[in-house]
């Protein structure tokens, strides 16, 4: 069974920080490239990091450039995010995607999300 477990949300002021890690289960986790995505209240699910699957690339939103940090430990089956410098915008349900293509094949997951607040 498939599982993308978040966590490590929660309220946070104004230039704090957080560290989100989303757990993985059920797939072979290092041939997956891994992201985040966030979804405000009222906007479209957005793209905010994402990384391959053997660490080598990583790319991220300009929105979060120089803030945030993705990162994974695949002997964990890991991916993190790293969050500095919040801003009340920030302010999202924060989703794992774990995603393959290979050949004409395309498979991906999803967590459950977790909230990340930032305000004083």
């Known amino acids: 069974q498939v599982q993308l477990v978040e966590s490590g949300g929660g309220l946070v002021q104004p230039g704090g920080s957080l560290r989100l890690s989303c757990a993985a289960s059920?797939?072979?986790?290092?041939?997956?490239?891994m992201s985040w995505y966030r979804q405000a209240p009222g906007k479209e699910r957005e793209v905010v990091a994402g990384?391959?699957?053997?660490?080598?690339?990583?790319n991220y939103a300009d929105s979060v450039k120089g803030r945030f940090t993705i990162s994974r430990d695949n002997a964990k089956n890991t991916v993190y995010l790293q969050m500095n410098s919040l801003k009340p915008e920030d302010t999202a349900v924060y989703y794992c995607?774990?995603?393959?293509?290979?050949?004409?094949?395309?498979?991906?997951?999803w967590g459950q999300g977790t909230q990340v607040t930032v305000s004083s």
């Open positions: 995607n774990a995603e393959r293509v290979w050949g004409g094949n395309h498979r991906d997951y």
């Open positions: 059920g797939f072979f986790f290092s041939t997956y490239a």
């Open positions: 990384i391959t699957g053997t660490a080598d690339n990583t």
